[in-house]
């Protein structure tokens, strides 16, 4: 596969928290269009790792590189040196993340969330803003909804407005935290729809889950991870029901 | 055992209200002493009250109550500016910002309000001149006397605003310090940079935080500019004093003063309660109603049920019919 076909690189990428090494040199490579299932037990860096992803953490060593840029960093030379939050800010846009507890402004309505990074940051005129958050409002199913507050809305709805905020940005890539966790399980299937349909547009996602059905159905491969290692990798159908390592085993008999 | 289906279905609650009797002593016991008290300041004849009603309207008080109004408005706006960054540079990561904002909080906290009113009225004598120019040349952009750049007033205002924003600073700090980390990471994660996520996140959600015990410090504030009658502003106590100088009737004039700063205090809530209104949007399900919309409300009701009654009458009359 050559370079211009990645979305993202992560060469050797390790994470300390003190002195608890929390991601342990993981590598990993994502083709553009791919949907990812990131899978591990609680506590083995999958958060850390698609937080790592945005540079909302630091790393400490290795590379990520999204869409061939090298994320939080500038290389000259053999030396890189540390990127300014603007420029940072600057790369974050193009990465769209979806977090477990939604993180919705709540002094701002579903439509007002969605517009305000467009017109803001993007310098997007309002009328503009709003044509484009009112029709994906409607493609996550809410077009109603687009002046109640969040606490006016159930998890669900919170969660698809947040989706419709990360996709206002018009992002070449999705990072997924276990989006479904906090929700009821009735609510559970609307957002996964909405992340259905995103993935049949050919985004590009990184989805941390335990809806072990989506993943076998929408995945197009699965890694799994533990203690801040990826222990296994592959296709959904092979990694759930024929795991070769005995973590996977282990994992996968105490979630199905 | 009573089912559901025989229990009452009737939606009207008709209980009969508990009884609180000692609500009544206790208002009764209150309105006696509150009574006994002013009437003995009301027949005091040592209290005349005529020149109350002479003084209450006074230009001179007047004058005095529109400086006061006005030092505490631009005092409490320019704290509030210096206290918002007070604050964001005692929670940066530059050690230089939090140790000069540390130490701005433990020195205008730490000396008396007075002092630091007396001090700027005194800065004449420190500093004859005030100058812009380049540091250990003569070369001068700017120069000018001291007393005339820093008038009485300028000076009160600067103390008063310097002192608040110290405390302020503290109060801004504990709002932006209520707001949930998810909240900066979600806006970092849609690009947006650190100052527009202040400016539009995290400040704005601060503020229902903040403007309770601003609205407590605006109104010591109000009560604080009476001491800038050390340094002669005219302002409402200077203003009253300076009267009662000459007529020798403090007491009156002090009441006359007390009323006019109980009445400002009631004025000044009514901002901060639209304030609290347009900053706690998205918090609740639904705003309570404001005074007027309540009133406004109460009237269609009543409307509505004389409404109804004489529809009901109406139809009354045509079945009897
Ligand atoms: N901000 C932090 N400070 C210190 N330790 C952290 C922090 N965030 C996560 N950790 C630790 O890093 C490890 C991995 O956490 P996380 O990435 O959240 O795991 P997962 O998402 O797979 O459950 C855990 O041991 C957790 O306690
Ligand atoms: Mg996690």
Redesign the interface.
């Known amino acids: 596969m050559s370079q211009q076909e990645l979305m993202v690189d992560a060469r050797g990428v390790r994470k300390w928290f003190g002195t608890n090494e929390v991601l342990k040199s993981i590598s990993m490579t994502i083709p553009r269009g791919e949907v990812l299932s990131l899978l591990g037990p609680s506590g083995s860096g999958k958060s850390t790792f698609l937080r790592c992803i945005n540079h909302l953490e630091t790393i400490d060593g290795g590379r990520i590189y999204v869409d061939n840029e090298l994320i939080g960093y500038k290389e000259r030379g053999d030396k890189i040196h540390e990127m300014k939050p603007r420029e940072i800010a600057k790369q974050r846009r193009k990465i769209g993340m979806v977090f477990q507890r939604f993180n919705l402004f709540p002094h701002m309505t579903a439509l007002g969330n969605i517009i305000d990074a467009p017109i803001g940051v993007n310098g997007e005129s309002k009328a503009d803003a709003t044509a484009s958050g009112l029709e994906l409002l409607e493609r996550v199913g809410l077009s109603d909804k687009a002046h109640a507050y969040p606490a006016q809305l159930s998890g669900g709805q919170q969660q698809r407005v947040a989706i419709a905020r990360a996709l206002a940005m018009k992002p070449k890539l999705m990072l997924f935290d276990e989006p479904t966790s906090a929700l009821d399980p009735e609510l559970v299937g609307d957002v996964l729809d909405v992340m259905r349909d995103l993935a049949k547009s050919g985004m590009t996602m990184i989805v941390v889950t335990h809806e072990i059905g989506f993943s076998r159905e929408v995945a197009d491969r699965m890694v799994f991870m533990d203690a801040g290692v990826v222990v296994e990798t592959g296709a959904p159908r092979d990694v759930l029901d024929n795991p070769q390592h005995p973590r996977t085993q282990a994992f996968l008999e105490s979630v199905l | 055992m009573i089912t559901d289906v025989e229990r009452s279905t009737d939606d009207d609650v008709v209980a009969i209200p508990l009884r609180h009797p000692w609500r009544w002593v206790a208002a009764a016991a209150v309105i006696v002493v509150l009574g006994l008290l002013f009437s003995s300041l009301w027949n005091n004849e040592n209290i005349q009250k005529q020149y109350i009603w002479q003084f209450i309207f006074d230009p001179r008080i007047l004058k005095g109550v529109w400086i006061t109004l006005i030092v505490t408005i631009i005092s409490m706006v320019v704290a509030t500016i210096l206290a918002i960054l007070l604050a964001i540079m005692r929670m940066s990561a530059n050690p230089v910002l939090r140790a000069v904002s540390f130490l701005y909080i433990w020195f205008f906290r730490g000396t008396p309000l007075l002092v630091q009113i007396v001090f700027w009225g005194y800065l004449g004598l420190l500093y004859k001149q005030i100058e812009l120019g380049v540091p250990f040349t003569d070369f001068s952009i700017f120069a000018a006397d001291t007393n005339t750049l820093i008038p009485a007033f300028v000076g009160g205002v600067i103390a008063l605003s310097l002192n608040e924003a110290a405390y302020a600073a503290e109060i801004v700090r504990a709002g932006l310090l209520s707001i ?1 980390h ?2 900066r ?10 100052g ?1 996520t202040l400016r ?2 995290i400040l ?2 601060s503020m229902k935080v903040i403007i309770p015990p601003m609205g407590n410090e605006t109104i010591s504030m109000l009560k604080n500019t009476s001491l800038l009658a050390i340094v002669a502003v005219p302002e409402l106590y200077t203003a009253s004093s300076q009267i009662s100088s000459g007529n020798l009737r403090q007491v009156e004039l002090l009441i006359v003063a007390s009323l006019w700063y109980l009445f400002i205090t009631s004025v000044l809530s009514v901002p901060q309660y639209y304030l609290e209104r347009h ?1 706690a ?5 639904a705003l309570p109603p404001t005074p007027l919309q309540q009133a406004k409300r109460e009237l269609a009701r009543i409307r509505g049920r004389a409404d109804n009654r004489r529809i009901a009458a109406k139809a009354r009359e045509e079945m009897n019919s």
């Open positions: 949930d998810g909240q990471e979600a806006a970092y994660s849609l690009g947006m940079g650190p527009y539009r996140i704005p959600q900053y949007r998205g918090n609740s399900r």
